[in-house]
């Protein structure tokens, strides 16, 4: 079983930058592909960006390209998203998710392992 920890939420004004985190437990950690997701009040999930257990490959929902940046330092176990240039509609609770067969994918459904979120809340 593998457990995974998002953090580094929080409010902030628009224009502001946020770091999250998602610390995960277990060694298998370095051949997981890892995502984020997140979930806006009253809307479904929806994905944000991926990147392989290398760290090599990383994929990016479109209109978030140049915005957000996501790496990994399989080290650490754990998986980081940069969010710069924050707008109000970020705003949302952001989970990060892993894929235990390193298959590279934006599909929810593809996921094994969820963490619980963290809130993210931009101000205008």
């Known amino acids: 079983q593998v457990r995974l920890e998002e953090s580094g939420g929080g409010l902030v004004q628009a224009g502001d930058s946020l770091r999250l985190s998602c610390a995960a437990s277990g060694r298998a950690f370095s051949s997981y592909t890892m995502a984020w ?3 806006a009040p009253g809307k479904e ?7 392989a257990w290398s760290g090599t490959g990383t994929y990016y929902k479109d209109s ?3 915005r957000f940046a996501i790496s990994r330092d399989n080290a650490k176990n754990t998986v980081y998203l940069q969010m710069n240039s924050l ?3 970020d705003t949302a609770v952001y989970y ?3 894929n235990r067969i390193g298959l590279i994918t934006t ?5 094994d392992y969820w ?3 963290t809130q993210v809340t931009v101000s205008s």
């Open 96 to 98: 990060c998710a892993a």
């Open 87 to 89: 707008k109000p509609e």
């Open 37 to 39: 997701f997140r979930q």
């Open 107 to 111: 599909k929810q459904g593809d996921y």
């Open 115 to 117: 963490g619980q979120g």
């Open 45 to 51: 999930r929806e994905f944000v960006s991926v990147i």
């Open 64 to 66: 978030l390209k140049g």
